[in-house]
């Protein structure tokens, strides 16, 4: 079958008011970018409330259905035939050859659901569904109509063309990506962090990334990794700034001044304060990590409270109630899982205490980080002027 459209199907953007437009033309931007390396020509355009993509000549389907069904803001990709309207006779034809090719298995239930744009044409709407029903009928007797829950819903959209249209393709959903703001991803190389990423993004926030390196105590094959997981999660977020940040001194310099239980969560309030520092100077709204309360030691109730102190813009945390295999199923949707499995470790599960503490108080750990005072902002600032800075998409 040759389908010469996809209809775009949106969720959440039909209830936005006088402000959808706004929500529209974000997605026709997003769909835009999506479609740009896939091979053919395509036209996305708004007509009537839908938006469309046409496809003018030769084009790769199946790629572009995959490119689609990473756009945030789509619910459902719906395969058009669009057809020169040469009088109703002709449509009958069209509509049983159409029926014929799409569905060879015939013992099916079928409805005709016709919306006629173009209010000259002379058939009403229910004219055309009773109509092309009977035709179906007469060509296919083993069908039955079903106007409760068919298998088969055919669309019949009437325009300066006539739409068929009787699949769709699940979307992800969401909101179209920088619609709602940005924010700054603490990306490691974990299984957490890239899905935290994709289910903010999800929501419509733009995202900017950073990633704490430690030299030589991991690898360039590790940051290599981070990067490839980064390129991932760009599929369906749009471009990535990606922060890498050299944290072998400061790890080092906490190593020697802390107490090992509270290296965890001290290296944790460190790199948070770093992250913010590039979220505000980008004008991010807020703070992504991949933490699950109860996971490890450094996400429990009492750790993550003392991490938020050294925070003032919010810390967003999409994963905060999930099973770890919850967790997985996601990152094998959007298949960051076989990248984060690899096995480079990352700095934080280099420098772990045996035994590290659970329930941090506040002020002890404000009081040991005194221990870092006399060298500790100087490692900072160095590590926040040496940043390497990669662009991924």
């Not at 009928?137 to 039955?144: I, T, V």
């Not at 590039?278 to 709204?285: E, M, S, Y």
Request: hydrophobic residues 40%; glycine residues 6%; charged residues 25%.
């Amino acid at each position: 079958m040759k389908f010469h459209s996809f209809l775009i199907k949106y969720g959440e953007i039909g209830i936005k008011g006088k402000n959808r437009y706004i929500f529209e033309d974000a997605l026709v931007r997003q769909i835009r970018f999506a479609l740009k390396d896939v091979d053919g020509e395509f036209y996305v355009h708004k007509s009537y409330g839908r938006v469309y993509v046409d496809c003018d000549g030769e084009y790769d389907y199946e790629e572009t259905v995959e490119s689609l069904a990473r756009v945030f803001g789509i619910v459902g990709i719906c395969p058009v035939v669009r057809l020169e309207d040469k009088g109703f006779e002709e449509l009958k034809k069209e509509v049983v050859a159409y029926m014929d090719e799409m569905y060879p298995d015939k013992n099916k239930t079928f409805k005709v659901e016709a919306r006629r744009s173009k209010k000259s044409y002379p058939l009403q709407s229910m004219q055309i569904n009773c109509q092309l029903g009977e035709v179906i009928l007469d060509a296919f007797p083993e069908m039955k109509v079903d106007v409760h829950h068919p298998d088969i819903m055919l669309n019949v959209e009437v325009r300066e063309e006539i739409y068929l249209y009787s699949e769709i393709i699940p979307g992800p959903g969401g909101m179209p990506v920088g619609t709602n703001g940005s924010a700054m991803l603490l990306l490691s190389g974990g299984i957490d962090s890239p899905v935290a990423g994709y289910m903010i993004a999800k929501r419509g926030v733009s995202l900017e990334a950073t990633y704490f390196h430690a030299p030589p105590y991991t690898s360039e094959r590790a940051k290599e990794k981070v990067v490839d997981l980064a390129r991932l999660v760009s599929k369906y977020s749009g471009p990535i700034k990606l922060n890498v940040v050299n944290f072998t001194d400061i790890q080092l310099y906490i190593y020697e001044k802390c107490p090992h239980e509270e290296l965890t969560i001290i290296m944790r309030r460190y790199m948070m304060k770093i992250a913010e520092h590039f979220a505000k100077q980008d004008g991010c709204l807020g703070m992504i990590t991949g933490e699950s309360i109860g996971q490890v030691a450094s996400q429990t109730m009492q750790s993550l409270n003392v991490t938020n102190a050294v925070c003032t813009l919010p810390v967003y945390r999409p994963l905060i109630g999930f099973d770890k295999r919850d967790i997985v199923e996601i990152s094998e949707k959007i298949n960051t899982y076989e990248t984060s499995i690899l096995p480079f470790e990352d700095c934080c599960t280099i420098f772990v205490a045996k035994h590290p503490v659970t329930k941090p108080i506040l002020e002890k750990i404000e009081k040991s980080e005194l221990n870092l005072a006399e060298g500790i902002d100087e490692l900072v600032e160095k590590a926040i002027d040496t940043v390497e800075v990669i662009k991924v998409k």
